[in-house]
Structure formats: C-alpha cells, structure tokens
C-alpha cells in the first residue's frame, strides 16, 4: 500500500527516558499508552510496543553508552493514515545496528553471536523504518499503516 | 522505572526437569537462567521444559539467551521444548524460527506429553 508522506502530522506526545538499563520498557509503556485513542488491534500494539523498546534500547547503549544525562527523545505522531514513532539518541554517524542477518543455523553452530536480533526485531514488527542521523543525532522512525490496520481490526482485510 | 526481577525454579516432572521463569527476559536473567538450566541437566538424560506462563517481557537480549540455551540442548542432544508463551512470544519464536529448533506448545500437558513420549 502507497502512503502518502505529505499530509502533516499531528503531535501525540514528545517523551523522553534516561539512558538506563531497563528503561526501554518505560518507553514501550509510555507509547502504548500515548496511542492508546487510537484502538490499534492487541496483536499491532504488542508489535509496536517491541520496536519501541528495541529501537529505545538501541538507543540507549549504543547511541547514548547507557549515560543517564543523555536522553532518549521519542515523539510520537500521525495522520489518518499513518502512525509514526521516531526515537532519538545523542550518538553520531551512523545509528550503531548489527548490520548481520541473523541466521538462526549459524547462532546455534556458533558461526554468528547469538546476539544481534534487535534490527531484526523491529523491521520484522513494523510496515517502515527510517534511520537519519547528522553530527550529533540518530533518529529511528517506525512507521505503522493505520488504513490496513482498520480494516484488519473490522475483519475485512487479512493483513 | 526499577528493573523486574527475574526468577527461575527447577521441577523433575516424567520424562525431563521444567524450568518455571517469572519476570522479565533480559540481559538481568543471564545469571539466574545459566544456573538454573545447569541444574535442570544434572541427573536428568530426558527433556528440559521452559515455562513462560509467568514471563511478560523477553527482549532481544532475552531471545539470545534462550538461544545459547538451545545451543547447549543440541549440542548435548536434549530436546528443549517451550510452553506457555503469550501469542505474540509465539510470534516472535516463530519469525526469529526458534519454533523450527524447539517445540512450541501451548500448556505443560502437551508439552509433557511429547517429553515421556520421547
């Protein structure tokens, strides 16, 4: 499905978490609480809510070091057609992902780390991401389509 | 927010040990999940079980734990199967095919069942 880009989105909420361990899961609560209103189907919001927490934890470990007084900002947007989530840390270059497809065989044989799932994670739970950064930022967006999502919930479209 | 605590106790049920975990999956549980699967081999040759009834959070941390844990079971040639894990943990097993490597059954019964059943 095309989706348009232009329309302008409306703001839910500009939240912030300290780069400390565990705090990925304040920030998948605090999301799923911010989207709440808009009545996403349990199985998309258990989604949305790992992305969150994976791209939050990124964030914090590899973007930020897991310093306390480096935040993770996270806004949370849409428009009728679509929900965005960006997530941004203080690192820079390029946002610091396992670039290696995880390859369960391989884990299991000891060939790849048993690490490295996070990317994965979130690609696998959410309909886009985006990954910008400049000298200072990393910004992650996760983008879900909400039109599919509707006529999901109504039972009319298998997605 | 504080960091749950994670917990896991071993059982000997027929046909191999049930790990009961409560809590939270995370790079936290290694300590505890490492001792605890290494009590669950000791003087058991039959199946281990990981029971997630309890379980409300497994990062990507947490998935690479259970796959060194599955690592473990292949290379001693254990079945380690799973049971208990909310629909969309099912998901997340299926799509990282942890599910291909390890049974994925519903309750402890049917998990149990294909244990003694070997």
Do not use: C
């Not at chain 1, 806004?75 to 390859?103: R, Y």
């Amino acid at each position: 499905m095309s989706v348009s880009r232009n329309e302008s989105h409306r703001m839910l909420a500009e939240l912030s978490v300290p780069s400390a361990p565990g705090n990925e899961r304040r920030a998948m609560e605090e999301v799923a609480g911010t989207v709440e209103s808009l009545g996403l189907p349990d199985r998309t919001l258990e989604r949305l809510k790992t992305a969150v927490a994976e791209a939050t934890m990124n964030a914090m470990e590899h973007g930020n070091r897991y310093r306390e007084e480096a935040p993770v900002f996270i806004e949370v947007s849409a428009t009728d057609a679509e929900l965005s989530v960006k997530i941004t840390d203080e690192g820079t270059g390029p946002a610091a992902f396992d670039p290696q497809t995880p390859d369960l065989e391989a884990k299991l044989d000891g060939a790849q780390t048993p690490r490295g799932w996070g990317l994965f994670l979130i690609k696998s739970m959410v309909d886009e991401m985006n990954v910008t950064g400049d000298e200072r930022h990393h910004t992650v967006e996760l983008i879900l389509h909400l039109n599919g999502r509707k006529e999901a919930s109504d039972g009319r479209k298998a997605l | 927010m504080a960091v749950k605590h994670f917990e896991a106790e071993v059982r000997r049920e027929p046909g191999g040990a049930v790990l009961d975990l409560r809590g939270e999956i995370n790079g936290f549980a290694q300590e505890t999940l490492d001792a605890a699967y290494a009590e669950a081999e000791k003087e058991n040759s039959g199946a281990i079980l990981l029971n997630f009834e309890e379980v409300d959070y497994i990062n990507s941390t947490g998935i690479a734990l259970i796959v060194g844990l599955l690592a473990r079971a292949r290379a001693a040639k254990r079945d380690l199967s799973a049971y208990g894990l909310s629909e969309h943990y099912v998901e997340i097993f299926n799509i990282t095919r942890l599910s291909d490597f390890m049974g994925v059954f519903p309750d402890e019964e049917s998990a149990l069942d294909r244990a003694v059943a070997g």
